[in-house]
Structures are given as C-alpha cells and as structure tokens.
C-alpha cells in the first residue's frame, strides 16, 4: 500500500486492542525529546502480512530506495513495529527497505484481575504494589507468549531469516528485483535474533548490528543470571536502597552498581528493573522458565522464582539455539555498562569470548557505553544515564562503510569503551 509518509507517527498502523500497542510500543524504547532524524515526509510501500497464526510482519520501501534492506530484530515480546522509533525512521530517512516482525506472539501482555484472566495457570501475578493498586487488587499479566500457547523460543531465531526472505520476495515483487544487501539491526532478544542470523544463515545477510544484545547458552543465560539478582533484593529493598550486603551481593553476582535517583517513583534503577512495572527481572525469570523448563515446577511465588535454577531439560532446549560465536558475517556489539537486566559481564563479555573461541575475532568487534542503559526510556529518570541510539546508528554507519569497501571492520577483535559515537571507528 502507497503511504505518503512512512515516519513513526504518520505512517497507519494495525488497530491497537488489548495487549497490542503499536505506537505504544516503539514510544517505551526511546528517550523522550529524542529528534527524529527524518525531518522530512518520507513516501513510499508500507504492508503488513503474516508468516502464520498470530504472526505478523511489516515491510516498508521508501520511494527514493536506495536499494538495500534492513531486517530488525524484535526486543522481548513486543510488536512489530517496537523498532520504530528507534530505527525505523534512522534507516527509512537514508532509503533503506525496514522489515521487523513480532516472532510469532500475538499480543504482549494485559494487565487485568486475576478472576477474569483466561489463563490463571500462566498468568504473571504481581506481587509488588504499585501505588498501593496491583498487589492489593490480585492484577495479572496475561503474556502473550504464554497464551493461548507458548511458542517454541528457538523459532524466534530463526523468525528474523524467515522474514528476511519474505521481505526479499515482496520487494522483488513490488520492486522487480531484490535488495542488492541485506544489514540485520536488534535491540536485547532481537539482538540475539542477530547474532544468530548471521551464524547460522549468512546467506541472508551483508552485516548486523547488536544492541544489549541477550546471550544464550545452556550454562550462562538469563535464567542463570537473573535469579541472584531477585534473591538480593528484598532486603535491598527493606534497607531503603541502603543495604550495603545486598548491594554487594547483586554487584559480586555481575549486576552493574545501583544507582539512586530523586524523582518520584525512581529511587533505585535496580527497583526500577525488579518491582516498577513491567517487572523486568522478575517476570523475565517467570516467562523463560515456562517457556523453557518443563521441570520448572510451581512458579506463582516471587521467592520460588527467586530460588529458580534450569533444569537439564531447559539447557537441552536452550543449546538448539544457543550462539556459538562462530559469525560468517561483519557484527559489531553496542552495550552499556549500566545494563541491569542483560548485564555486559553475562551477555555481552560471554559472547564477545565466544567469538574470539570459534576464532572469528576478526569479523566482530564491542563497543561498552559508559552508563549506558538496557532501554534508553530510562535515560528519562534522573540516573545520569546515557542513551545508547546515537552509538547504535554510528555503528551502523561504520559497518555499511566497511561492507561496501569490501573491507574487514574496522577495530576487529577487539572490546572497547567509547565515551561519545564519534569513539566508534
């Protein structure tokens, strides 16, 4: 369908319904005031399709296209049109194809009571008060990559090479002929969408970009990390964010310091991952387990939660899609060091020792961000942090360079700290 303006905000968008928030979705990734970088309408192709039941996908073309795609991969459960704002309009505005899909979860979660939720036996319950409402009320989160059913995780990786020939065929179609290269970009589990395209199907792909990107492997995932953090927790949280034990615990379990803000509702960056909606950690280790542990057990109680281990059946499921390092394409690595819910010392330093393993060090190089977030919409809250989209798209930039002089990356096999997006090579 021809659209006269394909810019996050004036291009039409599905219907939002329960759970589905388009809009909503791309504005919960950016720092507020963040400029567009596409001052100017941009007209061209937008269509939204499906790869199946619950799928969905969005391809756009600007008119003025520069011959070349982009495929993003989709942060946790959130739509297809959660990159948006963040990338979206960054690529669109420099005549970039944009394609990104929602891995196949129809909605990402509603909140409601717990007596009227259709899926009481997957339900997220919250056990933390929210102005004094969602404990008090027995609020739920219905997660849509547990009902009606959950989906086979590995799939989601191999979702974005899926999309990506998808999207190929339809500007084909509607083009006459292909994307002459295709970049993959991905925030978090898009992220890991990425890192595993360009592993396992480097056909598709020129190049990528990860941003706090999820490492999985049996032995070291979010599953792994992530329970310490909400053992130390409640007596961080008893201390009035003082507890110098608890603080000293999560920071030894790999976990960036806390930091400690004045606004109201944001006194704690680690409170603001663990008990501030949407419960980042917490519902983490509750939604992956049921996704992937089939001995989990009972999972109803934040301490049963917080005492959760994977069992040998959920490392199995994890290994089929578990990144090896071995990268037959161009990545570079964006990561910020005040991360709290995909720490470097778990996701980013694991992988980058992956690669450098598989001895395909010279294919990838890691810039860390000094207090750099996990989402740049916390940048908002006073911590002093530091959006990370600027050094996204520099690196970006850095890696089309490289890639159409046929050279290797610049500052390949290497991990380094870049204090500004000009420090990227």
């Known amino acids: 369908m021809h659209v006269p303006d394909l810019r996050f905000g004036y291009a039409p968008l599905p219907a939002a319904f329960p759970g589905y928030d388009p809009a909503g979705d791309a504005l919960a990734l950016i720092a507020r005031g963040t400029p567009s970088p596409a001052p100017?309408?941009?007209?061209?192709?937008?269509?939204?399709?499906?790869?199946?039941?619950?799928?969905?996908?969005?391809?756009?073309?600007?008119?003025?296209?520069?011959?070349?795609?982009?495929?993003?991969?989709?942060?946790?459960?959130?739509?297809?049109?959660?990159?948006?704002?963040?990338?979206?309009?960054?690529?669109?505005?420099?005549?970039?194809?944009?394609t990104a899909s929602n891995k196949g979860v129809p909605y990402n979660a509603v909140l409601e009571p717990e007596q009227e939720t259709?899926?009481?036996?997957?339900?997220?319950?919250?056990?933390?008060?929210?102005?004094?409402?969602?404990?008090?009320?027995?609020?739920?989160?219905?997660?849509?990559?547990?009902a009606p059913q959950a989906p086979d995780v590995a799939a989601w990786h191999v979702d974005l090479a899926d999309v990506t020939r998808a999207a190929n065929e339809r500007i084909r179609t509607t083009r006459g002929r292909g994307p002459r290269r295709t970049y993959a970009l991905g925030l978090s589990i898009g992220g890991g969408q990425v890192r595993y395209l360009l592993e396992r199907f480097p056909e598709l792909v020129d190049g990528g970009v990860e941003w706090a990107a999820v490492f999985w492997h049996p032995e070291a995932n979010l599953l792994t990390s992530l329970p310490a953090f909400l053992r130390a927790m409640p007596a961080y949280r008893t201390?009035?964010?003082?507890?110098?034990?608890?603080?000293?615990a999560i920071v030894a379990a790999g976990f960036p310091p806390d930091r400690h803000g004045t606004q109201r509702g944001h006194r704690s960056l680690w409170n603001d991952h663990y008990a501030s909606p949407p419960f980042y950690a917490d519902l983490t280790v509750f939604a992956f387990a049921r996704l992937l542990d089939p001995e989990a057990g009972s999972l109803e109680r934040l301490e049963q939660r917080a005492a959760y281990a994977p069992s040998s059946a959920a490392q199995a499921r994890i290994a089929a899609f578990a990144h090896t390092g071995a990268l037959e394409r161009p990545l570079i690595g964006i990561a910020g060091d005040a991360d709290v819910l995909v720490p470097p010392q778990h996701h980013a330093t694991p992988y980058f020792d992956a690669v450098?393993?598989?001895?395909?060090?010279?294919?990838?190089?890691?810039?860390?961000?000094?207090?750099?977030?996990?989402?740049?919409?916390?940048?908002?809250?006073?911590?002093?942090?530091?959006p990370q989209l600027p050094f996204v798209r520099r690196a970006f930039e850095r890696l089309v360079a490289a890639v159409e002089a046929g050279e290797p990356l610049p500052g390949r096999g290497t991990r380094r700290t870049v204090r500004t997006p000009l420090d990227i090579w």
Request: proline residues 6%; neutral net charge; charged residues 20%.
């Open 118 to 146: 259709p899926a009481r036996a997957t339900a997220y319950r919250i056990p933390f008060d929210v102005d004094g409402r969602d404990a008090q009320t027995g609020a739920v989160l219905r997660l849509g990559a547990l």
């Open 239 to 248: 201390g009035g964010f003082h507890d110098g034990a608890a603080h000293a």
């Open 40 to 98: 100017r309408p941009i007209p061209g192709e937008q269509d939204f399709d499906s790869l199946g039941a619950g799928h969905r996908f969005v391809v756009r073309v600007p008119a003025a296209w520069n011959g070349d795609l982009v495929v993003c991969g989709t942060p946790a459960t959130r739509s297809e049109c959660a990159n948006d704002a963040i990338l979206g309009d960054f690529l669109l505005a420099r005549g970039y194809a944009f």
């Open 356 to 386: 450098l393993r598989a001895g395909k060090g010279g294919r990838y190089c890691q810039y860390v961000v000094p207090s750099g977030p996990h989402v740049d919409a916390y940048a908002d809250f006073g911590y002093g942090l530091q």
